[in-house]
């Protein structure tokens, strides 16, 4: 991956999760998926979520309680196999979101964040 695909990859990723359209967010992810979150354990009980459909689950309830979610990508970075996205939430929140790929899927991701805008 260079990083022209990587911001191809941002720029889709970012406008699937616009949509709020859980099909298109998913369409990213592989099966086998591993996904951690500090917020999955407030949601579905554990913060690493294995598989897509457990990854659907967290989300569905994720965007039930987010209704304005909406990212915007502020800066991408690549390295072999991962994208590193940078965006601000509809909070106004710093977030890097780091996502290895295998066949352009992601199999491996998690969240990093700065802190709440005051």
Request: net charge negative; hydrophobic share 45%.
């Amino acid at each position: 991956m260079d990083i022209d695909d990587a911001l191809r990859f941002a720029a889709s990723w970012a406008a699937n999760w616009n949509s709020h359209d859980l099909d298109r967010v998913l369409a990213d992810y592989a099966e086998d998926v591993v996904f951690r979150s500090p917020f999955a354990a407030t949601v579905v009980g554990t913060d690493t979520i294995v598989g897509k459909p457990a990854l659907r689950e967290y989300w569905t309830a994720g965007l039930a309680r987010l209704p304005n979610l909406h990212f915007t990508v502020s800066g991408v970075q690549v390295c072999l196999d991962t994208v590193v996205i940078n965006y601000r939430n509809e909070a106004g929140r710093s977030v890097s979101e780091v996502l290895r790929l295998r066949d352009g899927l992601v199999i491996e991701g998690f969240g990093a964040y700065g802190p709440i805008p005051q």
